[in-house]
Structure formats: C-alpha cells, structure tokens
C-alpha cells in the first residue's frame, strides 16, 4: 500500500547549531515540507540579526530548497519597532519560563512583566508558541501552568496562542474553551507514559520535559488527536542531544524523533483505521491556524518495514532498533 502526504510540517523542531545541525537538518528536509525552528541555541536566537544568520545556516545545512524553515526568536521584551522588523522573518515568537528546560535560562521569570510585549505581538498579529510548565512538582507542571495559559487566552483574544508538546488531559479542555489557542503534540507523548521512562530501568533517551504522564493522560490525547481535531497540530519536538549528553549523571532532556516521526506517524493512524485524519494533523491544521502555504512537496509511503538504526551520527533515535511498518520511499518536490 502506498500512501502520498502533501507537504507534512514539523511544527516543533530543534535544529541546534553546528556539527549537530549538519548532521540533523538533512534528516527533517528529507520528510518534511518545513518545520517550526526552536530558538534555545546556546546563545538564544533574540534579534533579527542572530535569526537570519541561524536561518542562513539552517538552509545551508538541509541543502534541499523544498525545505522551509519557519522561524522563531527567543522570547524577551521587544519594542514595537524590533517586532515590526522581524515580522516578515518569523513564525512567531517561543516563550519559554527561565530554567524550565535545555538552554532556557534567559526565559521569562516573572510572568507579571510580559503584558507589553505581548499586547505588541496581538497588534501586530505575530504568534506566540508557549513551553507550558511551572517549576512546581514535575507531574503536575503543566497543570499549574494552565491558569496562565488561560489568561493570556481571555487578556489578548485576537493573539495566536500555541501550548507547545501539550500532555495532560486538563490541558485539552484550554482548546475547547478558547478559538485562539492551538496545540502541537509530540509522537513520543503519542506513545508513552512515566512507566516508559522510569517504571523499570530508567530510560535516558526517552527523558524529556514535559516528562511522560499516566495512562489517563496518554489516552486522552491519543483520542483528541484521533479525533481530528482541528486545532492540534503536529510539532515532534525533536530534540538531539550526543549520545554522552544522555547516558551520563545528569541526563539532558529531549527525544530526537525527527527520522522516524513521519513513518511512525503512518502506522500509529493506520493502526487506528484513522489514516484519514493524519494529513489535518500533519499539515492542514497547522497550514490554517498559522495562515501559512508550504512549498509543494509530496512524500511517498509505503508500508514496508524497516529497522531504525541505532545511531545517527552521535545521536540516539527514538524506536533505536525497532522495526517500522512504513517507510518513506520517494519525494516529489
Ligand atoms: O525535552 C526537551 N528538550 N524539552 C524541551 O522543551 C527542550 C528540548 C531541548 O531543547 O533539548
Ligand atoms: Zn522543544
């Protein structure tokens, strides 16, 4: 069986810098039409100039034109003529809280001083991609966070909300109750719970924030997604990390998911018999909330199994090892 996707989007992706985007760059252009780019480099992507040299290296590195990088800045107080420069440039802006995850120190500690800056970016129509989490008890972060979520939601209404690699529950009912608020969600919150990382031996490369949560979670965002839900869009959050960045005391977080996201996709849907709804989630949904067009590429899949390597360079993959159903067979650009 063979199954064509028009122009699939990454709507959360983390490219890195470097040796690291050499190597990863090529992996998402060679399955998908664009993705959403992270800004939490070392050094985070917060002005225009640090943008456009980051999306210079980033088209340099997939060396394939039918791959659009959509991309970001860093969150901080901007001024109105620093957004209405970088407007053209940008998807949107990432707000991640201080500390909460991988090279976000430089994230907002007082969510009391933001008011301004996002009030600019309702005016000037720019959306704004939230890591949702406190710094309270791991399990319920994103729990606690979701009354800020629903502030920004009710103070700016006309501002383009995204909660970013969504995990509760509770958090799905934000998009019932608000049309200005979208959600990604990733392939590895699609398939795990804490039990996957923690219940037996701990499982560095499945570490992540948000973490995994209970079962009750896992099944209520796997039926919203199934459901065909307009507003949850597909982000894999993959984020690499050298292998002795993950098998080390003091595990960094994050999933890299970006080769296998797309083929693992096809066969989670297909074993739900809701291949019909996949291309809302990997490109229609995001294509309407965000206003955007991709370039027209169209990815080929057939239903022939592979085994997923074990590593890529110096990186792990997620499913390292285990067999996929589907695989990507050709691209049409
Ligand atoms: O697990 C994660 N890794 N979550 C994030 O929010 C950031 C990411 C990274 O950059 O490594
Ligand atoms: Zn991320």
Not at 100 to 126: C, K, N, P, R, Y
Not at 169 to 182: G, H, K, S
Not at 210 to 215: D, E, F, G, W, Y
Not at 261 to 283: G, I, R
Request: aromatic fraction near 8%.
């Amino acid at each position: 069986m063979q199954l064509t996707i028009n122009a699939p989007l990454d709507m959360h992706l983390h490219l890195r810098e470097a040796q690291m985007l050499q190597l990863v760059a090529p992996l998402s252009a060679a399955h998908f039409a664009g993705a959403v780019v992270m800004p939490n480099l070392q050094s985070p992507v917060d002005s225009q100039q640090k943008l456009l040299a980051y999306r210079r290296a980033i088209v340099e590195a997939a060396a394939d034109d039918s791959f659009t990088p959509y991309m970001t800045l860093f969150f901080r107080p901007y001024t109105k003529a620093e957004l209405e420069a970088a407007r053209e440039h940008i998807i949107g802006i990432k707000l991640y809280p201080a500390g909460i995850t991988t090279q976000s120190e430089a994230g907002v500690a007082d969510f009391e001083s933001i008011g301004e800056t996002v009030a600019l970016m309702e005016e000037l129509q720019i959306p704004l991609l939230v890591h949702g989490e406190s710094n309270g008890f791991v399990m319920e972060r994103e729990r606690e966070f979701l009354a800020i979520y629903r502030w920004l939601a009710e103070s700016f209404p006309r501002l383009a909300i995204i909660m970013e690699h969504i995990t509760t529950a509770d958090t799905l009912d934000i998009l019932d109750e608000f049309p200005n608020v979208a959600a990604t969600v990733t392939l590895h919150h699609l398939m795990l719970t804490l039990d996957d990382v923690v219940g037996g031996l701990m499982q560095p490369h499945l570490f992540c924030k948000p973490i995994a949560k209970t079962p009750h979670d896992l099944q209520a965002l796997r039926a919203a997604v199934f459901s065909g839900h307009p507003r949850i869009l597909f982000g894999s959050d993959s984020a690499p990390h050298p292998t002795h960045a993950k098998e080390c005391c003091g595990c960094a977080a994050g999933v890299f998911s970006a080769p296998v996201a797309l083929p693992k996709l096809v066969e989670l849907f297909a074993a739900q018999d809701k291949l019909d709804v996949l291309p809302d989630f990997v490109t229609n949904n995001a294509q309407r909330f965000y206003g955007i067009t991709p370039n027209p590429k169209k990815v080929h899949i057939h239903d022939e199994a592979w085994t997923v390597p074990l590593s890529y360079g110096s990186v792990r993959p997620f499913l390292a090892g285990e067999q996929i159903q589907w695989q990507v067979t050709a691209i049409e650009k």
